[in-house]
T-cell receptor, first 112, second 109 residues
Framework: DSGVTQTPKHLITATGQRVTLRCSPR?????VYWYQQSLDQGLQFLIQ???????AKGNILERFSAQQFPDLHSELNLSSLELGDSALYFC???????????FGPGTRLTVL | GQQVMQIPQYQHVQEGEDFTTYCNSS?????IQWYKQRPGGHPVFLIQ?????EVKKQKRLTFQFGEAKKNSSLHITATQTTDVGTYFC?????????FGDGTTLTVKP
């Protein structure tokens, strides 16, 4: 158990819909990262927040957005969902802005 | 992060044999992290290397960072069935993390 929690564990929804994934980092960690893992794309970095501020952006689609709240939990919002958005979404956290990251168990999103 | 190429994609070994996965970049890397992901699980951080020529050991696992900081390797001595999973290298640059495609290790008892 890494100490990072993610909800929900599974999510099944339809194309065109919007969903919100939630992440609580390890106690004391200020950085939160979001990743997408699919079979053909591997682990893709989406975005990083540090202490409430966006710090780095990866290959995140415009339909996706995220934020980190004052209590340091983070949410990833996915809208206008497409079949290709079906994937595992991981959240990770770390104390600082670099170094090893601790991953949560992931949310498996299925878009039908 | 910068592009990191990882080989091989798959490795099948007999229990007790050694295993090595390699991570290569065309540019100098400031750091390399290694992760292990068990089937159905999430990536687990193993180690970070930052110095040229650095070698670190964790029990049967040996991690190396090349002298030119363009390559890294993870070597497992005498594999066990508990070593199965996918091993990823990762580079972090300006907050962006780039993962290699991973090497999936299977171990035959």
């Amino acid at each position: 158990d890494s100490g990072v929690t993610q909800t929900p564990k599974h999510l099944i929804t339809a194309t065109g819909q919007r969903v919100t994934l939630r992440c609580s980092p390890r106690s004391g960690d200020l950085s939160v990262y979001w990743y997408q893992q699919s079979l053909d794309q591997g682990l893709q970095f989406l975005i990083q927040y540090y202490n409430g501020e966006e710090r780095a952006k990866g290959n995140i689609l415009e339909r996706f957005s995220a934020q980190q709240f004052p209590d340091l939990h983070s949410e990833l919002n996915l809208s206008s969902l497409e079949l290709g958005d079906s994937a595992l979404y991981f959240c990770a956290s770390s104390v600082g802005t670099s170094g090893g990251e601790f991953f949560g168990p992931g949310t498996r999103l299925t878009v039908l | 992060g910068q592009q990191v190429m990882q080989i091989p994609q798959y490795q099948h070994v007999q229990e007790g044999e050694d295993f090595t996965t390699y991570c290569n970049s065309s540019t100098t890397l400031s750091n390399i992290q290694w992760y292990k992901q068990r089937p159905g699980g999430h990536p687990v951080f193993l180690i970070q290397l930052v110095k040229s020529g650095e070698v670190k050991k964790q029990k049967r696992l040996t991690f190396q960072f090349g002298e030119a900081k363009k390559n890294s390797s993870l070597h497992i001595t005498a594999t066990q069935t508990t070593d199965v999973g996918t091993y990823f290298c990762c580079n972090t640059n300006a907050g962006k993390s780039t993962f290699g495609d991973g090497t999936t290790l299977t171990v035959k008892p």
